[in-house]
């Protein structure tokens, strides 16, 4: 039919058309034809091409770029429900979590009475063991940030002998139970550097725990670190005499939830993600992660950082200060007039746990299971600080921090507002906040955090009652 149509219009007007049909040939096959065609009178000159192999190849590319697009789509859905799933499983994770470890510390602290010797030793253990469990789970959402491109690091001068001496700190008990002899050496001793701090302590609590691990009992480990003014770049190595690797391992050593199986290491725990992890932030930082190891000699992991822009004068100021001061408010029965804290959470341990630490330090203590309940009790019982947990039935903690800050009541809608959350992908302290919320906590709760923030608040709101 487009044919006839072609023709039709080529014998109505003297001109040349370009056409392209499909043609069945006498062996029944298909071919593409691309004509080219004028009129002289009542001839018809044509010429034609047959292009069957040009319109295969671009059905063939149309083809792919539908699968590509599908394919896109798929892993784009991939990712959301990957985050979906990552953000559900923190939350559900961490809010038992912070009713173990936080009742754990109060019981470690003889908030309850005092424990005997065998009592604090199985205390430590569960401290220990539910303070691993957080650390594969902070992990695993560090990973899924680093692959989504949403890891961001805070960089800032910070001093490396206090990173590294945090570092070693954090791995101490764990060398001292494997009566490990662990050696440390800087060079120069006030050294320091552009980086993001916490990332910098993870980087190298990853190397050295990995150290530790699998070092045999009674053997021996270090970190090293030098600066290289020559080359702008600060080493820092991390060495063990243990098993070593294989150069057949070596290869394979960094990749993401990958244990090297040997009979030496089928007995140490462990996801494989440390070593992973501690790649990945380095070259965040913009620098390089290299081994040596020796089977039976020991391993040696180097990361190479840019030491950045430093100031020295701004550098001499942080040394003095010191990392700064931190206390826990102290333990004494609540008073008639001390300040009133409202914990909704809709969790029942954690309100217990909220609860006995709060009056334990001074505070008096209503609750809110819910963002309804929390509503009414900010208008009846005027609290001085709000804990308000995210996920919570019926109004959640969100909508109820907006409720709040939408009040007409001046008194109500300006009540500061700390919101405590299990949820800590990217964007979640940004939507507390959004939401009015005037500061962020994650869970499990850190107490001295916590306490911190709340005196914050309340001497914020003496201030300003004073120069009213």
């Known amino acids: 039919e487009k044919t006839r149509q072609w023709l039709a219009s080529l014998q109505s007007a003297d001109t040349e058309e370009y056409f392209v049909n499909r043609i069945r040939r006498h062996d029944g096959t298909l071919r593409w034809l691309e004509w080219r065609a004028a009129t002289a009178g009542s001839a018809i000159y044509a010429a034609a091409r047959d292009i069957s192999e040009r319109k295969q190849a ?25 985050d979906e799933f990552l953000a559900n499983m923190s939350h559900e994770l961490r809010t038992p979590l912070t009713g173990v470890l936080g009742l754990a510390e109060a019981l470690h602290k003889g908030l309850y009475g005092p424990l005997t010797e065998r009592q604090i030793r199985t205390l430590q253990l569960i401290e220990e063991s539910g303070r691993h469990v957080l650390e594969l ?6 990973m899924a940030k680093i692959d989504a491109g949403r890891l961001t690091l805070l960089k800032q001068l910070v001093v490396i002998d206090d990173v590294c001496q945090a570092s070693l700190r954090m791995v101490h008990q764990m060398a001292k139970a494997k009566r490990h002899t662990v050696r440390y050496w800087l060079e120069p001793a006030d050294a320091i550097m552009q980086a993001d701090g916490r990332r910098l302590t993870q980087i ?8 530790v691990k699998f070092t045999p009992e009674e053997g021996e480990l270090g970190l090293t670190v030098e600066l290289v003014e020559s080359e702008g770049v600060a080493r820092f190595t991390v ?21 090297i199986d040997s009979a030496q290491t089928s007995e140490q725990m462990g996801t494989g993600l440390g070593l992973s992890m501690a790649l990945r932030l380095t070259e ?12 039976g000699a020991g391993s040696r992991f180097r990361v190479t950082l840019p030491l950045g822009e430093r100031d020295l004068g701004r550098a001499a100021r942080v040394m003095e200060e010191g990392p700064g001061n931190y206390s826990t408010s102290p333990d004494v029965p609540p008073s008639a007039d001390g ?8 969790n029942l341990v954690n309100v217990d746990l909220l609860r006995g630490r709060l009056m334990g330090a001074g505070y008096r203590v209503a609750t809110a299971l819910n963002g309804a309940e929390a509503l009414h009790h900010a208008h009846t019982l005027a609290p001085a600080v709000i804990l308000m947990d995210i996920q919570m039935p019926d109004i959640d903690g ?3 921090t907006r409720r709040i800050r939408a009040d007409e009541d001046r008194k109500v809608a300006q009540t500061p507002i700390l919101a405590l959350s299990a949820l800590t992908m ?5 939507r507390c906040l959004a939401a009015g919320a005037n500061d962020y906590l994650s869970k499990p709760i850190d107490f001295d955090k916590l306490f911190s923030i709340i005196d914050r608040f309340i001497d914020q709101a003496v201030q300003e009652i004073a120069e009213r």
Do not use: C, M, Y
């Open 284 to 295: 965040l930082h913009g620098g390089s992660l290299t081994v040596e190891s020796t089977p």
């Open 58 to 82: 671009e059905e063939t590319l149309r083809q792919s770029r539908d699968q590509l697009h599908t394919a896109n789509a798929a892993l784009e859905q991939a990712a959301r429900l990957k």
């Open 426 to 430: 990217p964007g979640d302290r940004e």
């Open 339 to 346: 300040p009133l804290i409202l914990v909704a959470d809709d």
């Open 204 to 211: 190298l609590v990853n190397l050295l725990s990995n150290a």
């Open 239 to 259: 060495w063990d005499k243990g098993i070593g690797i294989s150069s057949d391992d070596l290869n394979r050593l960094f990749r993401t939830f990958l244990q």
């Open 137 to 142: 789970i902070n992990d695993l959402l560090d």
């Open 398 to 400: 969100l909508e109820a």
